[in-house]
């Protein structure tokens, strides 16, 4: 690009990516008015208020636009048109009774949807996500929705990076760009130019937004942000809404099979009421109040509000989810990946021994520790550093008599820490970390120590070892000078179960999810801690192990094992997608650096507030205790709230459906209309009412038991066999209705009225079990007041002073009475149908989700961190 063109670049305040890709640094930062020291605040300032903030979504609540969805449906829409051309040609109390109903339930939908929306951007406002910066010389952590471009953002394993960047240091730097190229092979990245042109996927001189840190670090300037991203305008494409989940698209496909069957009936009783010579406008309301009817307009409430009260009812539980749907994953979790220390152990490291290279104790291997030690004190660093200063002995070990002059952290690759040091004994390299990884260094390990050391691992001790050799002349470390070194001992920590790790354990057992322990410990210490909680192992794989296993093999052989040890966080995140492949949903627990690749790899990241920035960052779930115990009651809050849902759907296809069938066919043989378009709203009205409570319902333990998903074959089954059941007792009240009471048109509605809602509303306490409803499994008390309310109303309306506006008279007692005997054999042949259809059929048999299905719902889980109110 020429220098004009950076001048022009400059004057509009961003940079393509791929135009800064083939840029050399200089050129870059000279064309966005940055340098080595960052954007002053005021510069920062400025460039925020022209560009707007880094983000792609907005969670701003709008009363208008919720109001405005409530008019989305196009039945509505025309049913308002029919209402109100039927005010102006003279029928104006049924056109004031229609509106009047259509408004109360627009309001009853709004109000909803309303709570839901503010429960979820309740949530939002509570999580926050960070990047550091270099701003006017100093590093500071800011909300990624912050950034603007020249800002110098510093790069760290499972960061997902947080704009457009043109890298100036990169070491050994890799990046997963899946989020944007479908390729889940790391991309290595280099601060070289690239050529002119290069496409997007071979863009090694920058990190792309939405991509993850796989391996390495590095620092890039901000080039572009928000919308003008690869990854933005991918998001912005999107649209604002969520992508689908799998529940989300299952109830999508059960709405559309719905509204085909409203078509059919609404097209039929439109011609037969024309065939018969009845109004036109009778005709219109009539169809268009029978396809409201039969359409499920509160499933979208009932689904927001299970949602957001599910939320509230986990963080009482100390579980707190960062969006609605996280509850729906962890319902639907079967496959748990969890680290070993701090959930399954205490987490509480303790030294236990220090024993010398014959194997016997030795206080030797204490001061080797705490030199190769990148805690500074007992205050910070990892666990283990941490124990090693809290150690009786260590106040007496004389650390100050040595100077450290250079250090090679830990990676996970060699799972060691070296330091140079000077002291009495001259300029020494001191090595500590995972005991075969040092002793494969040392020349001189006696026998004795390896039978110490398999004896402290067999017995579930966390064994480091410890080497030097003396170094005169090196004034600097690399991974090549860790050689021909002397073996100085052991370090054997202790870290034991949790007392209630077994029971937690049993418990997620019992909900049907599978345990597997994923950690970077030596595989005897994780299999020992499985053996003192009784979890059963079935097989054990090594990072070493997984190397070995391509592709295709590795699915195999997750199935058939139980611990993963001595795994890096490439190789926990490489285990996690061969999981997901298999088409199980997985979830991973991990609070460490070391697992926030894997965390972003799973169907639901789970980590603890305790945990790195770079976990919770990268989670979905946070756990403000690490304990399994919470775990599952989020796995259990999730299943109860599918099960409630799909009480809804299974009333609206078992009774709703039927009653609106017996409509249309009533239509055919009656001389006048079954039942009046505003009727059908109020009964419509009166039914969803009572649902509302759906969400508070206890759910059986053998629904908990397991994941369920969606089949709609079964439930279309589920309709095909209750729907008629439902209209056979419709005919049946007809019968009586004509023949005993000889009933007008009047009489004729106001029983079928009773009689229809007293089905479909009750009909919820037998299909809600799969056992004897109220006996063996009893309802929540609000859906019973709820459910009896409605009941109450239908059958008190016909006896106010409403009932006349309405159409409605009074009923004869004895009438009621058989109406009464009509119901009770209606939910006693509903509950023998249940039972042998249930016997025979998975109604939520396991499903397999689209590859884009699931990769445009990751894109959004991603987009989400890059939003504003």
């Not at 018969?276 to 499920?296: E, K, N």
């Not at 509160?298 to 749907?325: E, F, H, Q, Y």
């Not at 039914?687 to 089949?711: E, G």
């Not at 009750?762 to 019973?784: A, E, G, M, N």
């Amino acid at each position: 690009m020429a220098v004009r063109g950076a001048e022009a670049v400059r004057d509009e305040g961003w940079l393509p990516v791929t135009a800064a890709g083939s840029l050399p640094v200089d050129r870059v930062l000279a064309a966005l008015g940055g340098g080595a020291d960052g954007l002053a605040p005021e510069e920062v300032l400025r460039r925020r208020s022209r560009l707007g903030p880094n983000a792609v979504r907005t969670h701003r609540v709008s009363a208008l636009a919720v109001l405005v969805r409530q008019f989305r449906s196009a039945l509505l829409g025309l049913l308002l048109v029919a209402a109100a051309v039927s005010y102006f040609v003279g029928e104006r109390t049924d056109a004031l009774v229609i509106g009047v109903i259509l408004a109360v339930s627009v309001g009853f939908g709004f109000v909803n949807e309303y709570r839901a929306e503010r429960a979820g951007a309740a949530l939002h406002d509570r999580v926050r996500h960070t990047a550091p910066v270099v701003r006017a010389g100093r590093t500071e952590v800011v909300d990624v929705v912050e950034l603007v471009p020249g800002d110098l953002v510093r790069l760290d394993l499972g960061m997902v990076v947080p704009a457009d960047l043109r890298l100036t240091e990169a070491h050994r730097l890799e990046c997963e760009e899946s989020v944007l190229t479908g390729e889940s092979a790391a991309v290595a990245k280099d601060p070289a130019p690239v050529p002119a042109g290069t496409p997007l996927d071979d863009l090694a001189s920058c990190a792309l937004m939405g991509t993850v840190v796989r391996a390495g670090s590095g620092v890039g300037v901000v080039v572009a942000t928000a919308g003008h991203t690869a990854f933005g305008r991918i998001a912005v494409g999107l649209g604002e809404r969520q992508g689908e989940t799998e529940f989300q698209r299952g109830l999508r496909r059960f709405s559309l099979m719905l509204a085909r069957v409203a078509g059919v009936l609404t097209a039929v009783i439109f011609v037969i009421n024309l065939v018969l010579h009845r109004p036109v406008i009778d005709a219109v309301l009539f169809s268009l109040a029978i396809a409201v009817g039969i359409t499920p307009q509160l499933l979208p409430a009932i689904v927001t509000a299970s949602l957001a009260a599910g939320t509230r009812n986990l963080s009482r539980r100390r579980v707190l989810v960062k969006r609605l749907v996280c509850v729906e994953d962890l319902g639907n979790v079967e496959v748990l990946f969890t680290d070993k220390t701090g959930t399954l152990t205490d987490g509480r490291l303790s030294l236990a021994e220090t024993l010398g290279p014959n194997g016997c104790p030795d206080d030797a291997p204490l001061l080797a520790g705490l030199l190769a030690n990148e805690a500074t004190s007992g205050g910070d660093g990892n666990p283990m550093d941490q124990a090693l200063w809290a150690a009786p002995g260590a106040a007496g070990q004389p650390v100050s008599a040595y100077r450290r002059v250079a250090l090679l952290p830990f990676d996970h690759r060699r799972r060691r820490v070296s330091v140079l040091v000077d002291g009495p004994d001259g300029r020494t390299l001191v090595t500590k970390g995972a005991a075969e990884e040092v002793l494969a260094l040392c020349h001189d390990v006696p026998e004795a120590a390896r039978a110490v050391l398999d004896e402290r691992l067999a017995g579930g001790g966390r064994v480091v070892a410890v080497a030097r050799r003396p170094a005169p002349g090196l004034t600097a470390l690399g991974p090549d000078d860790e050689r021909d070194l002397s073996f100085a001992g052991l370090l054997v920590f202790l870290d034991p179960p949790k007392p209630d790790a077994r029971a937690a354990l049993d418990r997620l057992a019992g909900l049907g999810v599978t345990v597997k322990v994923i950690t970077g410990d030596h595989p005897a210490v994780a299999v020992r801690v499985c053996e003192q909680l009784g979890l059963p192992v079935a097989g054990v794989l090594t990072g070493a192990d997984l190397a070995a296993l391509d592709d295709a093999a590795l699915p195999g052989a997750i199935g058939r094992t139980t611990v993963f040890a001595r795994v890096s966080p490439e190789d926990k995140a490489r285990i996690v997608h061969a999981q997901r492949a298999a088409g199980r949903d997985v979830a991973f627990l991990g609070d460490g650096v070391n697992d926030a690749l894997a965390l972003h790899a799973a169907d639901i990241g789970i980590s603890v507030d305790t945990g790195t920035d770079v976990a919770r960052d990268a989670a979905d779930v946070l756990l403000l205790a690490k304990d399994l115990d919470v775990l599952a009651d989020g796995v259990t809050e999730g299943r109860r709230i599918f099960a409630n849902t799909i009480k809804y759907v299974l009333m609206g296809t078992s009774s709703n459906f039927g009653n609106m069938f017996s409509a249309a066919a009533a239509s055919a043989f009656l001389p006048f209309l079954p039942m009046l378009p505003s009727q059908i709203l109020l009964n419509n009205l009166i039914y969803d009412l009572s649902q509302v409570a759906i969400p508070t319902d206890q759910v059986d333990a053998d629904q908990l038991a397991r994941p369920a998903h969606w089949d709609l074959r079964e439930i279309r089954r589920f309709m095909l066999t209750f729907g008629p059941l439902s209209s056979l007792f419709d005919f049946l009240t007809f019968a009586l209705l004509l023949s005993a009471l000889h009933a007008g048109p009047v009489e004729f509605r106001t029983g079928w009225f009773v009689e229809s809602l007293a089905t479909q509303t009750l009909v919820v306490f037998v299909i809600r079990t799969h056992t004897s409803p109220f006996w063996r499994s009893r309802p929540s008390r609000p859906l019973l007041a709820a459910a009896a309310a409605a009941v109450a109303v239908a059958w008190l309306i016909p006896y106010l002073p409403v009932a006349g506006p309405l159409g409605f008279q009074p009923l004869p007692i004895g009438f009621l009475a058989v109406l009464v005997g009509l119901v009770v054999a209606y939910l006693a042949l509903v509950e023998v149908t249940k039972r042998a259809l249930f016997a025979s059929s998975d109604l939520l048999r396991p499903t397999r989700r689209p590859p884009e299905v699931v990769r445009r719902r990751r894109t959004h889980r991603r987009a989400e961190r890059f939003s504003t109110r």
